[in-house]
């Protein structure tokens, strides 16, 4: 099995994880904003890191090295997360995974800027392709419009980054110590948010599965998409959860009794074209095994 295949294998555990988070934070949504959402995850998510990493004798990997690096990749995830969390409540779960599949439209854009990667011609068409698919999800006018497509958009730029970012960081860095930061930062970022106004909401005892299933979640999908981009370059293994829109748009229509938008499948197979081509034109740089 080649880097590719395996990257692909390990996005799948990705793709379940962020399905089962989206559940979670909907559930949780109107009980806890999403800074409260985010520092009671990574709270859990501290106590999980330390404790299968102790487990596993790899907590000593966990050095200062890179701190300003791990600090700009999770404030660039915190922003992407929290506008998402806010996103899959107030539109409909397929339009947000859709915007936020332009995440390798980004990722391609911003790869020659944080990881020095050279922009082919190729790349730069698969980016247009993607962009007039974000055209056909959105269909952008003053009527139709909303903060919530903002918020799935802009969240898509942050997880783009904290991608690049951390393909930059497992040049360097193992995946606990990239995991152990993502917790405690991310921790100290929700609990400064969330207290800002001096009123940090204590979750119920039926929103506790809730929250410990979106900070499991969170931490195996950080883990597989860590483990895929150690593998492959970031636009080649963030096209692989494009499956997610399927599934996603099935569990709306079944859970939430949400209507499947054909503009929004469509717009979605345009921004998979895009980036599969990168794909397929990646696949093709790289030598045939001997």
């Known amino acids: 099995m080649n880097d590719t295949l395996k990257a692909a294998v390990w996005m799948s555990g990705a793709i379940v994880s962020f399905t089962s988070m989206a559940i979670a934070g909907r559930a949780v949504s109107l009980e806890l904003d999403t800074f409260e ?13 330390v404790g ?17 690096l791990h600090f700009v990749r999770n404030l660039s995830h915190f922003a992407g997360q929290n506008l998402w969390f806010y996103a899959i ?12 599949f332009t995440s390798p439209i980004w990722a391609i854009l911003l790869s020659p800027l944080i990881l020095g990667e050279k922009l082919r011609p190729i790349g730069l068409l698969a980016a247009l392709i993607g962009f007039f698919g974000i055209l056909l999800v959105a269909r952008p006018n ?9 918020a ?5 730029v942050g997880f783009a980054l904290s991608a690049l970012f951390t393909r930059k960081l497992t040049r360097s860095q193992s995946i606990t110590c990239i995991l152990f930061y993502l917790t405690v930062m991310q ?18 005892v039926a929103s506790l599965p809730w929250i410990v299933l979106i900070a499991c979640a969170g931490l195996v999908a950080h883990y597989c998409l860590t483990t895929a981009l150690r593998l492959a370059p970031a636009s080649v293994v963030m096209p692989i959860d ?30 998979f074209a ?15 095994p001997k």
């Not at 409540?89 to 936020?100: C, D, R, Y």
């Not at 921790?187 to 119920?204: K, Q, Y």
């Not at 599969?276 to 790289?286: A, D, G, P, V």
């Open 52 to 68: 299968v990493a102790g487990a596993a004798g790899t907590l000593g990997q966990v050095n200062r090295n890179n701190i300003g």
């Open 242 to 271: 494009f499956i997610r829109l399927p599934l996603i748009a099935v569990v709306g229509m079944t859970l939430y009794a949400e209507q499947i938008d054909l503009w929004v499948l469509v717009g979605a197979a345009v921004i």
């Open 152 to 156: 799935a958009a802009g969240a898509a």
């Open 89 to 100: 409540t107030v539109i409909p779960l397929a339009q947000v995974f859709a915007l936020e």
């Open 142 to 150: 003053p009527q139709t419009l909303d903060f919530g497509q903002v």
């Open 187 to 204: 921790a100290a970022l929700g609990i400064l948010f969330a207290g800002f106004d001096g009123d940090i909401a204590v979750p119920s």
């Open 37 to 49: 959402i985010m520092m009671y995850r990574s709270m859990v998510g501290i106590v999980l890191v």
């Open 274 to 288: 895009g980036n599969y081509l990168n794909i397929l034109s990646q696949l093709r740089l790289k030598p045939a």
